[in-house]
C-alpha cells in the first residue's frame, strides 16, 4: 500500500517529532531545507502533541537545568539555573516545533526500512503505507520502550506492579509496602517521594554515587575505545544514600528471581512487597531499523546510504540522548544529507 499524497517523494523523512526529530527539523532547516517540501516529520503518537512528556508524573523534572534543557537557538525563558518540569518541556517543543512551520503526520509510525535497488532511493514502511525517499532520520528516541527485568513476568503482587513510565503520583501505589526495583535516578526519586506516604524499600545493584558521596568513593573508570558505552552512566541527582535512610527507606540488594508475591534478592533474603514499581528504565525506539548497525567512529550513521539516527548513544555519543547532544547529532545528520545526491 503506498502511503498518502504528501509523504512520499520528500527528500528526507524524519520520523519521530520529539527533541531528537525537531533538533533534526531545524538543522535541515539551517542548511536551506523547507519544511513540508523538502522533509516531512512523522510520528506514531496520536494527534495529542508530545504525548510522552505530558503523560509523566507531576512531580518530573530534568535532569539538567533550564540552560541546559533547550536548543542553543531558543533558549528557555526564565531563570536559567532552575530544573525543567515535564509539562514546561512539552510545552517548549511545541513552540519549537511552531517556529520551525512543522506539520508533524501524527499517527502515522514507521515499521521498517529498506535500500532499494542500486540508486538512492529508500522504502519506509509505515502504518500510513510505503513511503519513498532518499534520506530517513530515525529520531524515535533512547527512552522509547519500559523495559523490565526477566524475572517481572513471574511478579504477582497482591496490591499493583507497574512500570515507573506508568507511574503518575503516590495515590496509585495502594497501602503497604513498597519495593522500587532500579537505583537510577527516577529509582531513588520515587523512593523519596514515596517515603511520606509508604513503607518502602529500595533494592538496587549498584551503589549510588551522588555528588556528596563522590569525595568518598573511587573515580569511574574512563571510556575507552574496547567499552566506550560501559563506562558511562547517567548524570546522578537527588538523595544520597544516607538521605534515603533518614526518609525511612530501605535499602536492599538487587532481585534475582520472584515467585508469585514473593521476590529474592541477591544476597538471598526474600520479601513479599505489597506493591512493585519497575524503575528499570528504556529500550530505545530502534526496534523497526532491524538490521541496520552504527558505522564504527561515524556518529549517526548507519550501514544503510541515507538512514541516520539521532539521540541514541547507541549510534553516537553516549550524551546523544540530552539534547544538546542531539543537537550535535542533528548538524552532522543534515551535513550528510545536503551532500548526498
Not at 550501514?303 to 541514541?312: E, K, N, Q
Request: aromatic share 4%; net charge positive.
Amino acid at each position: 500500500m503506498l502511503a498518502p499524497p504528501g509523504l512520499s517523494h520528500r527528500r528526507v523523512i524524519i520520523v519521530g517529532a520529539g527533541q531528537a526529530g525537531l533538533a533534526v527539523a531545524a538543522a535541515l532547516r539551517a542548511e536551506g531545507l523547507d519544511p513540508q517540501r523538502d522533509f516531512i516529520v512523522i510520528d506514531g503518537a496520536p494527534s495529542l502533541h508530545l504525548r510522552s512528556w505530558r503523560d509523566r508524573r507531576a512531580t518530573l523534572e530534568l535532569l539538567s537545568d533550564a540552560r541546559h534543557s533547550a536548543f542553543p537557538w531558543r533558549p528557555l525563558p526564565g531563570d536559567q539555573r532552575r530544573r525543567i518540569q515535564a509539562d514546561e518541556m512539552a510545552d517548549y517543543l511545541s513552540a519549537v516545533e511552531a517556529a520551525l512551520g512543522v506539520e508533524t503526520r501524527w499517527n502515522v509510525r514507521a515499521t521498517s526500512v529498506e535500500h532499494s535497488g542500486s540508486g538512492t532511493t529508500l522504502l519506509l514502511s509505515t502504518t500510513a503505507g510505503i513511503v519513498q525517499t532518499r534520506n530517513v532520520v530515525c529520531a524515535t528516541g533512547a527512552t522509547s520502550r519500559p523495559a523490565s527485568p526477566s524475572w517481572a513476568s513471574y511478579l504477582a503482587a497482591p496490591g499493583i506492579v507497574l512500570h515507573s513510565h506508568d507511574y503518575r503520583s503516590p495515590d496509585q501505589i495502594p497501602r503497604g509496602d513498597v519495593l522500587i526495583v532500579g537505583g537510577g535516578n527516577t529509582g531513588v526519586q520515587l523512593a523519596h517521594e514515596l517515603s511520606a506516604t509508604h513503607r518502602v524499600t529500595l533494592a538496587t545493584r549498584t551503589p549510588r554515587v551522588t555528588r556528596a558521596d563522590r569525595g568518598r568513593a573511587p573515580r569511574a573508570r574512563r571510556p575507552t575505545r574496547f567499552a566506550p558505552r560501559a563506562a558511562h552512566r547517567e548524570p546522578v541527582h537527588g538523595p544520597n544514600l544516607a538521605a534515603l535512610r533518614r526518609s525511612g527507606v530501605t535499602l536492599a540488594s538487587g532481585v534475582v528471581h520472584a515467585d508469585g508475591a514473593r521476590v529474592r534478592f541477591a544476597d538471598g533474603s526474600v520479601a513479599s512487597p505489597t506493591s512493585v514499581v519497575l524503575a528499570t528504565g528504556y529500550h530505545p525506539g530502534d526496534e523497526w531499523l532491524a538490521d541496520a548497525t552504527p558505522q564504527p567512529r561515524r556518529a549517526t550513521l548507519t550501514d544503510i546510504p541515507g538512514l541516520f539516527v539521532a539521540g541514541m548513544p547507541k549510534f553516537g555519543r553516549p550524551e546523544s540522548a540530552t539534547i544538546a547532544g542531539v543537537w550535535n547529532d542533528a548538524t552532522i545528520i543534515a551535513q550528510h544529507i545536503v551532500g548526498r545526491p
